[in-house]
């Protein structure tokens, strides 16, 4: 499982790339993808949406079942990534190539966990 | 607490992923994942561990008679081997179970009913048989793994020659690489294949065995995950979803399994008459966006119409599709339908099952 050393992570999987102060692309962890299995539709918000940090801004469904995505900012959706949507495969190929979503006026974050930090806790969690 | 197939350690060494599934501890997929499993299935072989099925012998010189009593289906007129799909209902008509039942020989009947429900079937069984007749539930002795895919029999081969040549026949008290067991030409994914019953102590012996002989053919193992997706893309229908003891098989499509024609049977008075039916089961294609799940309410403008009992994304065809319950008004091919998708409506439109079929596809 990758753990990229330059993006911030969040307890419930989704990884954060500053671009600036109030600027941030995010997306899946490889561990989310790897327990997801095979993305094969994504619902994702429309640009110019306020997203609030805690809250569901999108979800990503398997074969198996769908999954929450929670937006670890708050901000306005400033680009989707529509190729996602017609291959949301490439979340299980790439993904930390493939963002969702790239947010901006940034008001609020949560608590990130480090590279070291969320590696440590997705050990933790698959031992359970 | 979980109970264990005989398999169970073998599926941790081939990287299982094991959830809790009809109070056994099953895999849900392998390290390949469900969809390249669905396809290799599609396409090549795969083999499932399905020893959670239940089995019960039924014996006796009026075996034949019970049958005809407990399930909806006629029995008579079985050769040896042969073997028979039926739903067996309760006096409302409603679904107890579905089953396939084999003729091994005069008063000698093999049951093979669903895990979740095994307990359940025993004891309505017993406490509905008549005259001289015993059931015995050998579940606990006897592992099963299916053998589907284009390629099984070639892989079969390999393991022996006395195979079935005919669909839904079985051969009882043969061998398979070395190996005791029971062999039918039967599965659950629409593909053909073969289901292997052995005692519990030869399982893992015979998934190697398996293994190895496909190996050249591209088999893998196949999880919980891909059986799933493999029957819904068929159209076959799942108990606790497309019937249940609130769908009856009428509803449920299976009116040729319901043989009204035969002599009384548990259930009759309430399924003979298939011009009373107010909804039946059918496809639903998604033509907008989404995926559709199960028991999600199906509209067409603001009216409630009926609901989805499986859905999900179909590997092999490559769309997302659901089996819905529909009132009998909105279930004509070509009806556009609103699905309520947690909240979100999903367009889609009723098309006959099956959605995939080895027949159409071989034929072009």
Known sequence: MKVLKDLLYTKTHEWVKFEDETTALVGLTDYAQDSLGGIVFVNFPEEDDELISGEVFADVESVKAVSDVYSPLTGVVAEVNEELLDSPETINDEPYEAWFVKITDITDKQEFLSPEEYGAFVEKEQEE | MERKTPLYETHLKYHGKMSPFAGYLLPIQYKEGVIKEHNAVRNRAGIFDVSHMGEITCTGTEALKNLQWLLTNDFNGMTDGQAR???????????????????????????????????????????????????????????????????????????????????????????????????????????????????????????EELLSAGEEDGLIPCGLGA??????????????????????????????????????????????????????????????????????????????????????????????????????????????????????????????????????????
């Open chain 2, 85 to 207: 799909y039926s739903p067996m209902c309760s006096e409302d008509g409603m679904t107890i179970d579905d089953l396939i039942a084999y003729k091994r020989g005069e008063n000698d009947y093999f049951i093979v009913v669903n895990a979740s429900n095994k307990d359940k079937d025993f004891k309505w069984m017993q406490d509905h048989q008549k005259g001289d007749v015993q059931f015995c539930d050998c579940s606990d002795q006897t592992a099963m793994i299916a053998l589907q895919g284009p390629k099984a029999l070639g892989v079969l081969k390999k393991l022996t020659s006395d195979i079935p040549d005919k669909y839904y026949h079985a051969i009882f008290d043969t061998k398979a690489a070395g190996i005791p067991c029971m062999i039918s030409r039967t599965g659950y994914t629409g593909e053909d294949g073969y289901e292997l019953y052995m005692e519990s102590t030869y399982a893992s012996k015979m998934w």
């Open chain 2, 227 to 364: 059986r799933d997706t493999l029957r819904l893309e068929a159209g076959m229908p799942l108990y606790g979803h497309e019937m249940s003891e609130k769908i009856n098989p009428l509803e449920a499509g299976l009116g040729f399994a319901v043989e009204v024609k035969k002599d009384d049977f548990i259930g009759k008075d309430h399924l003979s008459d298939k011009k009373e039916l107010t909804r039946k089961r059918v496809g639903l294609k998604v033509t907008g966006r989404g995926i559709i799940r199960e028991d999600q309410d199906v509209f067409i403008n603001d009216k409630k119409v009926g609901f989805t009992t499986s859905g999900t994304y179909l590997p092999y065809l490559g769309y997302p599709a659901a089996m819905a319950i529909l009132d009998i008004g909105a279930a004509k091919k070509g009806t556009k339908v609103n699905v309520n998708v947690r909240g979100r409506n999903v367009e889609a439109e009723v098309v006959s099952l099956p959605f995939y079929s080895r027949k159409r596809r071989v034929l072009g």
